[in-house]
């Protein structure tokens, strides 16, 4: 797989480079359940057409920027860990959009010409709630006018579990509540941090979220080995797992470690979504 980092001063040049393909857009922290049949849909379709997949997303969150930095956003994963994703789910090019005021400002039909039909794009396919353009303006049923009716378009459905959108969203909820043994179901695969043991303390690594302060059962993973454990996550002291690591992995080594959560267990955080929910279903 091809990871393409555009911005204005590069664009033309990729412009010129584009070969035909199908692109799947969205921002897709976290690539989720909706993001991966965004993504499968648009595989199908790229194999329907022999063509190749790409996936256009952005950096950094379009809240940060329109915000002004006012807004801080709580990635769930890396651009690195996005790669890694994208290329096992048979993705060829993954374009990462810098996201600036100048992109913000871009009309809906800008942003079709310039990033989607000079890019070779022929066919999109993007979620139901998907939005482009100066303030978000264009949308999925308006896209293929947009692009001059060069575009062929696919809308994927709402995906929803047990009736609740799957959304980056409510994952990052789900976390600041510590119900990460909920994460599975929406994200197909339990939620996993990577971070490094310096032989004192647990370093998480950039654009990930940690789950709310507690206790929880989790797996340490290494290289070549795993350990279940216990971690605790405190305020002020960070990730304090049950026991020393040294035994089991030398901070020397400078090894890649990574934490699956699995279930809190000192109790469940009250927090406010549950509290609006229960109150509908009383009321």
């Keep these: 797989m091809e990871t393409i980092y555009l911005n204005p001063e590069n664009l033309t040049d990729y412009q010129h480079e584009a070969k035909p393909s199908v692109m799947a857009l969205g921002f897709f922290d976290g690539i989720h359940n909706g993001h991966r049949q965004v993504i499968k ?14 996936v256009m997303s952005f950096f ?22 996005k790669e890694k994703i994208f290329c096992e789910l048979g993705v ?16 809906p039909e800008k942003f079709a010409s310039k990033y989607l039909v000079d890019l070779g794009v ?36 709402k995906v929803e579990y047990q009736g609740e959108k799957i959304s980056s969203t ?9 119900n990460v043994e909920d994460l599975p179901d929406f994200l197909g695969r339990p939620y996993e941090v990577a971070c490094k043991w310096d ?14 302060q507690g206790r929880y059962v989790v797996t340490v993973k290494g ?10 996550i405190k305020k002020q002291k960070g990730l304090i797992p049950d026991q020393s690591l040294t035994e089991l992995f030398n901070p020397n080594d400078n090894e890649k470690l990574s934490i699956i959560w699995h279930e809190r267990i000192d109790g469940k955080v009250i927090c ?11 009321g």
Excluded: W
Aim: charge should be negative; aromatic fraction near 10%.
């Design 92 to 107: 060829d090019i993954f374009y990462i959009v810098e996201f600036d005021k100048e992109f913000a400002s871009l009309s």
């Design 199 to 212: 032989g004192t303390s647990l370093v998480v690594g950039p654009h990930y979220t940690l789950p709310a």
């Design 41 to 54: 849909t648009a595989f199908q379709k790229a194999k329907e057409r022999k063509l190749s997949l790409s």
């Design 223 to 232: 290289t070549c080995q795993s350990h279940v454990s216990e971690m605790t």
């Design 122 to 157: 022929v066919h999109a396919v993007a979620g139901f709630d998907y939005s482009y353009g100066f303030r978000g303006e264009g949308n999925m049923d308006r896209l293929q006018d947009d692009s001059g009716g060069l575009l062929e378009i696919t809308k994927v459905s």
């Design 272 to 282: 406010e979504r549950d509290i609006i929910s229960a109150y509908v279903q009383v």
């Design 60 to 81: 950094p969150h379009p809240k940060t920027v329109l915000s002004k930095g006012r807004t801080h956003v709580d990635y769930l994963m890396p651009l690195s860990e």
């Design 170 to 178: 409510g994952i990052r909820e789900k976390l600041a509540c510590g």
